[in-house]
């Protein structure tokens, strides 16, 4: 089981910025690719980012392309962490965003990831 933790949501103006961040409480964080979702209200959820782990070949990193040049996915393996810094924000980044966990390649899919956090609020305003 792997518990999954986002943290550094908020209320930020158009343009702004904003660091999510997401803690694993695995020993084998680095093998897991994890993802970025959100889910706006009256919305499907949706992928933002994905950042491959070290056990899967295939592009390192996949962006939504709504987000690409603006955001950026990262990880720390050494802190069981992954990141989603956010630039140049804009109203419609407004969200609930999560963290999610899956054993293979890279996808876009969210059945597919096998575990997710709670979440973390994005509000931006115009």
């Known amino acids: 089981q792997v518990q999954l933790v986002e943290s550094g949501g908020g209320l930020v103006q158009a343009g702004g910025s904003l660091r999510l961040s997401c803690a694993a409480s695995?020993?084998?964080?680095?093998?897991?690719?994890m993802g970025w979702f959100r889910q706006a209200p009256g919305k499907e959820r949706e992928f933002v980012a994905g950042i491959v782990g070290i056990n899967w070949s295939g592009s390192s990193t996949f962006y939504a392309d709504s987000v690409k040049g603006r955001f950026t996915i990262s990880r720390d393996n050494a802190k069981n962490t992954v990141y989603l810094q956010m630039n140049s924000l804009k109203p419609e980044d407004t969200a609930v965003y999560y963290c999610?966990?899956?054993?293979?390649?890279?996808?876009?899919?969210?059945?597919?990831?096998?575990?997710w956090g709670q979440g973390t609020q994005v509000t931006v305003s115009s």
């Open positions: 999610a966990a899956r054993w293979g390649t890279v996808s876009a899919v969210d059945h597919e990831y096998n575990y």
């Open positions: 695995t020993r084998t964080f680095r093998s897991y690719t």
